[in-house]
């Protein structure tokens, strides 16, 4: 097959679409005035970001009123948890729950509020990758603050159920926050029908540009601010507006939110496809949910190679893609997400993730089904640990999360 | 990752894969659990190394360490592949990343290791000669 270069790796980033860039243009060098300015330059961009304002509420089911730019999904994460949890600590309320395998900025985000008094339960995920409501409802103590669960999971793309988390967190008067920031545009959401209180969204995984991002705040939760300055976004959010970025921000969450069910039924069979040509090969294993997982997420563990070297064996072949393996990350240990799983480190460390977006085409599926076999084989024929592995009759445990010896 | 052009190459043409049969010396090092495990095949004859094989299951740098390294020893006398140094390996690949270093330090050890199995088949204490090679970790 004739060699393809395919950007199979849309959960890190996507590029900004052709649209976005043109909606974008006027606001670099023509309508460049600061939007707090007196003059007509200055209030044109103001009634630009009032209208971008209300697109990006339009998608979510939200009110204008309730979405605040930030400088991407990171910022938002910090602002909502740290935020609540300083106007509640004041309450008495210093409890906060959310799950391991959370993205790190809500980790170590807790991390960091753990270090300030305050008290994290993590919740332990399913060997699928999920988490059940009624562990949120069993956690949620007379002192919680917030329950921050992840909406789709950035490397194994499993779908948590959002809407019954939030539910369980009305019922108990918690506020619910999400980090939505790999679900925009692949699920659909409703904040008021899902009864989130707080949702943090990135533009650059959608076709935006990097660098900006929202936070939906409900009407009627108070949150301290993270950044203090100016009174720029109705005094919680300082700094000169990004309103190129603003503008982008609303054109490409309006372009990814536009017909999800038509995106959504292009893609899984893609993914699917993808998922049971990888499965062929010995000694694989899916990593998340089969079915609760988003339509571009294929994540997969190879067996007696490392993950690092099958991703520059890929790139060598055109494939661009990621891995959760410790080789990637520059720590010893592979992937927090993978091992939350259950995973032990050998599966954690030969594992593949693509995700893909629109442009992704059965072509496409078929070129990497065509080279992957070929790639594992090679990187296995000299690797010792696949030596072993044939040698000594070693193969998967009964859930394939760890390797046994025969009659182990 | 910022790879060098040689770092590159000798992942994707690694030198001297594979195994030697009967060989004289083997010796691995690393461990599966960490994600580098490097095994080294040693001919010996007359004090000399005459093929040098490996495998590696690990990252882009610990497959091209392991070729260079074997590059560098292969003919070369025992007493050079002794003096072979991590640092030597970076070298000659145009450096690593700081977080690939200790794929060179594995490299070394890999040599060492195989040095140490051959002089036990010998029955010579090796400790003298190659020094202690941190053995490998069990889990």
Known sequence: MEKRIIYADHAATTAVSEPVLQAMLPYFQTNYGNPSSIYAKGRENERAIIDARARVAACLGADPKEIFFTAGGSESDNWAIKGIADKLAAKGKKHIITSVFEHHAVLHTCEFLEKHGFEVTYLPVSPEGLIDPAQVADAIREDTALVTIMYANNEIGTIQPIAEIGKVCKEHGVLFHTDAVQAVGNVEIDVKAQNIDLLSLSGHKFHAPKGIGALYIRKGVALSNLVHGGGQESGKRAGTENVPGIIGLAKAIELATADIPAKTAKLTPLRDKLIDGILQIEGTRLNGSRTQRLPGNVNISVVGIEGESLLLMLDHFGVMASSGSACTSGSLDPSHVLLSLGLSHEVAHGSLRLSFGEEFTEEDADYILSVLPGIVERLRSMSPMWETIRNEGIHFNADKTKLIKEGE | ?139
Do not use: W
């Not at chain 2, 050890?109 to 029955?123: P, S």
């Open chain 2, 1 to 139: 990752m910022n790879y060098s052009e040689k770092v590159m190459d000798h992942f994707i043409n690694p030198r001297n894969v594979g195994e030697i049969e009967n060989a004289d010396g083997v010796g691995e090092v690393g461990n599966a659990k960490c994600g580098d495990i490097m095994k080294m095949y040693l001919k010996i004859e007359d004090e000399t190394i005459t093929d040098c094989k490996f495998k590696t299951f690990g990252c882009g740098a610990a497959v091209a360490t392991s070729s260079m390294a074997t590059e560098m020893i292969k003919g070369k006398s025992i007493d050079d592949a002794l003096k072979l140094t991590n640092s030597a390996v970076m070298e000659a690949l145009d450096g690593l990343p700081p977080v690939k270093v200790h794929c060179s330090v594995l490299a070394e050890q890999a040599v060492k290791a195989a040095l140490t199995d051959y002089y036990q088949k010998q029955g010579i204490d090796p400790e003298p000669i190659v020094g202690k090679v941190p053995e490998m970790e069990e889990e």
